[in-house]
Protein backbone atom coordinates (compact mmCIF):
# COMPACT_ATOMS: atom_id res chain seq x y z
CA UNK A 1 0.00 0.00 0.00
CA UNK A 2 0.74 3.61 -0.81
CA UNK A 3 0.55 6.28 1.64
CA UNK A 4 0.81 9.70 0.84
CA UNK A 5 0.00 12.59 2.69
CA UNK A 6 -0.01 16.51 2.11
CA UNK A 7 -0.75 18.53 5.60
CA UNK A 8 -0.94 22.85 5.32
CA UNK A 9 -1.06 24.33 8.55
CA UNK A 10 -0.73 27.70 10.43
CA UNK A 11 2.09 27.52 13.09
CA UNK A 12 1.85 30.74 14.62
CA UNK A 13 4.21 32.88 12.55
CA UNK A 14 3.45 31.44 9.04
CA UNK A 15 3.01 28.47 7.19
CA UNK A 16 4.10 24.70 7.84
CA UNK A 17 3.44 21.99 5.62
CA UNK A 18 3.94 18.75 6.47
CA UNK A 19 4.72 15.63 3.94
CA UNK A 20 4.18 11.89 4.26
CA UNK A 21 6.05 10.16 0.76
CA UNK A 22 6.90 6.90 -0.68
CA UNK A 23 6.41 5.74 -4.39
CA UNK A 24 3.96 9.09 -5.07
CA UNK A 25 6.63 12.09 -3.39
CA UNK A 26 4.80 15.52 -2.88
CA UNK A 27 7.49 18.24 -3.64
CA UNK A 28 6.51 21.68 -2.04
CA UNK A 29 7.07 24.34 -5.25
CA UNK A 30 6.12 27.31 -3.21
CA UNK A 31 4.49 29.14 -0.04
CA UNK A 32 2.80 32.24 0.51
CA UNK A 33 1.43 33.92 3.77
CA UNK A 34 -1.82 31.89 3.56
CA UNK A 35 -0.94 28.38 1.76
CA UNK A 36 1.53 26.65 -0.01
CA UNK A 37 1.54 25.18 -3.41
CA UNK A 38 2.78 21.09 -3.48
CA UNK A 39 3.14 18.93 -7.07
CA UNK A 40 2.65 14.89 -6.47
CA UNK A 41 5.36 13.14 -8.49
CA UNK A 42 5.54 9.56 -9.49
CA UNK A 43 8.56 8.08 -8.45
CA UNK A 44 7.35 4.52 -10.27
CA UNK A 45 5.06 3.23 -12.56
CA UNK A 46 1.14 3.92 -11.39
CA UNK A 47 -1.57 1.74 -11.07
CA UNK A 48 -0.01 -1.63 -11.20
CA UNK A 49 -2.37 -5.04 -10.45
CA UNK A 50 -3.13 -5.10 -6.58
CA UNK A 51 -1.38 -1.43 -6.03
CA UNK A 52 -3.38 0.73 -3.36
CA UNK A 53 -2.69 4.25 -3.62
CA UNK A 54 -4.18 6.30 -0.44
CA UNK A 55 -3.68 10.19 -0.67
CA UNK A 56 -4.41 12.02 2.52
CA UNK A 57 -4.71 15.84 2.39
CA UNK A 58 -5.19 18.44 5.11
CA UNK A 59 -5.87 21.91 5.01
CA UNK A 60 -5.49 23.58 7.75
CA UNK A 61 -7.90 26.38 8.97
CA UNK A 62 -7.89 30.23 7.43
CA UNK A 63 -4.90 28.11 5.00
CA UNK A 64 -5.11 27.24 1.17
CA UNK A 65 -3.39 24.09 -0.87
CA UNK A 66 -3.20 24.07 -4.50
CA UNK A 67 -2.16 20.93 -5.83
CA UNK A 68 -0.47 19.99 -8.78
CA UNK A 69 -0.01 16.67 -10.56
CA UNK A 70 3.13 16.73 -13.49
CA UNK A 71 1.61 14.60 -15.01
CA UNK A 72 -1.39 11.74 -15.89
CA UNK A 73 -2.35 8.49 -13.70
CA UNK A 74 -2.41 5.58 -15.83
CA UNK A 75 -4.32 2.02 -14.83
CA UNK A 76 -2.22 -0.60 -16.56
CA UNK A 77 -3.27 -3.48 -17.73
CA UNK A 78 -4.03 -6.13 -14.67
CA UNK A 79 -3.40 -9.03 -16.86
CA UNK A 80 -5.52 -11.04 -15.01
CA UNK A 81 -4.10 -9.47 -11.13
CA UNK A 82 -6.19 -8.43 -8.32
CA UNK A 83 -8.37 -5.10 -8.46
CA UNK A 84 -6.40 -1.52 -8.10
CA UNK A 85 -7.03 1.34 -5.90
CA UNK A 86 -6.83 4.99 -5.91
CA UNK A 87 -8.13 6.85 -2.85
CA UNK A 88 -8.01 10.52 -2.68
CA UNK A 89 -9.07 11.68 1.19
CA UNK A 90 -9.12 15.64 2.17
CA UNK A 91 -10.37 17.51 4.78
CA UNK A 92 -10.47 21.23 4.26
CA UNK A 93 -10.77 23.62 7.58
CA UNK A 94 -12.66 26.64 8.98
CA UNK A 95 -12.08 29.37 6.11
CA UNK A 96 -9.69 27.17 4.00
CA UNK A 97 -9.22 26.78 0.09
CA UNK A 98 -8.35 23.84 -1.91
CA UNK A 99 -6.93 23.93 -5.26
CA UNK A 100 -6.75 20.43 -7.16
CA UNK A 101 -6.25 20.63 -10.87
CA UNK A 102 -6.08 16.64 -12.06
CA UNK A 103 -4.24 15.71 -14.78
CA UNK A 104 -5.79 12.82 -16.88
CA UNK A 105 -6.98 9.41 -14.75
CA UNK A 106 -6.49 6.80 -17.80
CA UNK A 107 -7.88 3.62 -17.79
CA UNK A 108 -6.03 1.00 -19.87
CA UNK A 109 -7.13 -1.85 -21.41
CA UNK A 110 -7.04 -4.55 -18.98
CA UNK A 111 -7.32 -2.44 -16.10
CA UNK A 112 -9.64 -3.01 -12.98
CA UNK A 113 -9.90 -0.16 -10.95
CA UNK A 114 -11.64 1.52 -7.96
CA UNK A 115 -11.70 5.19 -7.73
CA UNK A 116 -12.41 7.16 -4.92
CA UNK A 117 -12.80 10.76 -4.16
CA UNK A 118 -14.01 11.89 -0.36
CA UNK A 119 -13.61 15.71 0.63
CA UNK A 120 -15.51 16.89 4.05
CA UNK A 121 -14.94 21.08 4.59
CA UNK A 122 -15.68 22.53 7.59
CA UNK A 123 -17.71 26.10 7.85
CA UNK A 124 -16.24 28.73 5.05
CA UNK A 125 -14.43 26.27 3.34
CA UNK A 126 -14.11 25.98 -0.59
CA UNK A 127 -12.42 23.74 -2.96
CA UNK A 128 -12.07 23.64 -6.33
CA UNK A 129 -11.40 19.94 -7.92
CA UNK A 130 -10.64 19.40 -11.93
CA UNK A 131 -11.11 15.52 -12.69
CA UNK A 132 -10.02 13.88 -16.23
CA UNK A 133 -11.06 10.35 -16.66
CA UNK A 134 -9.81 8.87 -19.73
CA UNK A 135 -11.15 5.15 -20.94
CA UNK A 136 -7.97 3.47 -22.53
CA UNK A 137 -4.97 4.58 -24.15
CA UNK A 138 -5.02 5.64 -27.88
CA UNK A 139 -6.70 3.04 -30.00
CA UNK A 140 -8.12 1.27 -26.51
CA UNK A 141 -11.50 0.51 -25.06
CA UNK A 142 -10.40 0.86 -21.65
CA UNK A 143 -10.79 -1.32 -18.56
CA UNK A 144 -13.31 -1.50 -15.43
CA UNK A 145 -13.51 1.67 -13.55
CA UNK A 146 -15.84 2.40 -10.36
CA UNK A 147 -15.55 5.89 -9.58
CA UNK A 148 -17.04 7.49 -6.74
CA UNK A 149 -17.05 10.55 -5.13
CA UNK A 150 -18.54 11.86 -1.90
CA UNK A 151 -18.08 15.64 -0.64
CA UNK A 152 -19.75 16.44 2.98
CA UNK A 153 -20.42 20.56 3.80
CA UNK A 154 -20.11 21.15 7.65
CA UNK A 155 -20.88 17.45 8.21
CA UNK A 156 -23.83 17.37 5.83
CA UNK A 157 -23.89 15.54 2.53
CA UNK A 158 -23.35 17.74 -0.46
CA UNK A 159 -22.45 15.55 -3.08
CA UNK A 160 -22.57 11.49 -3.78
CA UNK A 161 -21.48 10.55 -6.84
CA UNK A 162 -21.12 6.97 -8.53
CA UNK A 163 -19.81 6.22 -12.33
CA UNK A 164 -19.81 2.41 -12.43
CA UNK A 165 -17.98 1.07 -15.91
CA UNK A 166 -17.36 -2.37 -14.58
CA UNK A 167 -19.66 -4.35 -17.43
CA UNK A 168 -18.58 -4.57 -20.93
CA UNK A 169 -21.29 -2.48 -22.96
CA UNK A 170 -22.42 -0.31 -20.22
CA UNK A 171 -20.25 2.95 -20.73
CA UNK A 172 -21.41 3.22 -24.44
CA UNK A 173 -25.13 3.80 -23.48
CA UNK A 174 -26.84 6.88 -24.04
CA UNK A 175 -27.19 7.63 -20.41
CA UNK A 176 -23.46 7.27 -19.43
CA UNK A 177 -20.69 7.72 -21.70
CA UNK A 178 -22.23 7.14 -25.65
CA UNK A 179 -19.33 7.44 -27.78
CA UNK A 180 -17.20 9.64 -25.81
CA UNK A 181 -13.88 8.49 -24.03
CA UNK A 182 -13.26 11.16 -21.81
CA UNK A 183 -15.42 12.46 -19.13
CA UNK A 184 -13.55 15.96 -17.59
CA UNK A 185 -15.27 17.23 -14.51
CA UNK A 186 -15.03 20.80 -12.67
CA UNK A 187 -16.40 20.75 -9.24
CA UNK A 188 -16.88 23.97 -6.90
CA UNK A 189 -17.74 23.08 -3.77
CA UNK A 190 -18.64 25.45 -0.67
CA UNK A 191 -20.00 28.12 -3.39
CA UNK A 192 -21.77 28.04 -6.50
CA UNK A 193 -19.71 28.95 -9.77
CA UNK A 194 -21.57 30.84 -12.52
CA UNK A 195 -21.53 29.63 -16.41
CA UNK A 196 -23.37 28.34 -19.08
CA UNK A 197 -24.69 24.52 -18.68
CA UNK A 198 -23.42 24.15 -15.14
CA UNK A 199 -25.13 22.08 -12.89
CA UNK A 200 -25.87 23.73 -9.55
CA UNK A 201 -26.04 21.16 -6.39
CA UNK A 202 -28.58 21.24 -3.60
CA UNK A 203 -26.47 22.86 -1.27
CA UNK A 204 -23.23 25.45 -2.10
CA UNK A 205 -21.71 23.96 -4.89
CA UNK A 206 -21.48 23.96 -8.83
CA UNK A 207 -20.17 21.40 -11.48
CA UNK A 208 -20.10 21.73 -15.03
CA UNK A 209 -19.14 18.33 -17.20
CA UNK A 210 -17.96 17.75 -20.63
CA UNK A 211 -17.67 14.12 -22.69
CA UNK A 212 -15.37 14.36 -25.33
CA UNK A 213 -13.28 12.04 -27.74
CA UNK A 214 -9.55 13.24 -26.68
CA UNK A 215 -9.86 15.17 -22.96
CA UNK A 216 -7.36 18.16 -25.01
CA UNK A 217 -10.31 19.35 -26.83
CA UNK A 218 -12.24 20.10 -23.68
CA UNK A 219 -14.06 23.52 -23.09
CA UNK A 220 -13.30 24.20 -19.30
CA UNK A 221 -10.31 25.42 -18.82
CA UNK A 222 -11.42 28.62 -19.06
CA UNK A 223 -14.23 28.17 -16.61
CA UNK A 224 -12.02 26.79 -14.49
CA UNK A 225 -9.98 29.85 -14.49
CA UNK A 226 -12.86 31.87 -13.64
CA UNK A 227 -14.26 29.85 -10.91
CA UNK A 228 -10.56 30.14 -9.34
CA UNK A 229 -10.40 34.09 -10.09
CA UNK A 230 -13.66 33.82 -8.19
CA UNK A 231 -12.47 32.23 -4.99
CA UNK A 232 -11.50 34.30 -1.87
CA UNK A 233 -8.18 34.55 -0.35
CA UNK A 234 -7.98 32.89 3.09
CA UNK A 235 -7.27 35.12 5.22
CA UNK A 236 -5.70 34.40 8.79
CA UNK A 237 -4.26 36.99 11.73
CA UNK A 238 -0.62 37.08 13.05
CA UNK A 239 -1.66 34.88 15.55
CA UNK A 240 -2.25 31.66 12.82
CA UNK A 241 -6.38 32.23 13.20
CA UNK A 242 -9.00 32.50 10.79
CA UNK A 243 -10.00 36.47 9.85
Do not use: K, N
Not at 15 to 31: G, M, Y
Not at 117 to 126: K, N, P, S
Not at 162 to 186: F, I, N
Not at 212 to 231: K, V
Amino acid sequence: MTRVGVHVRADGTGIAVDLATTALLPRVLSTTAHGARVALVGARALLLAGDEVHLDVVVGDGCALDVVEVAGTVAYDGRGGPPSAWTVRARVGDGARLLWHGEPFVVASGADVVRRVEVDLAAGARALLRDVLVLGRSGEEGGALLATTRARLAGRALLAEDLDLREPGVRRSPALLGAARCLDTVTLLGARGEGGDVFQLEGPGSQARALLGDAHTSPLGPLWARWRAGLPQPLRDDAGVPA
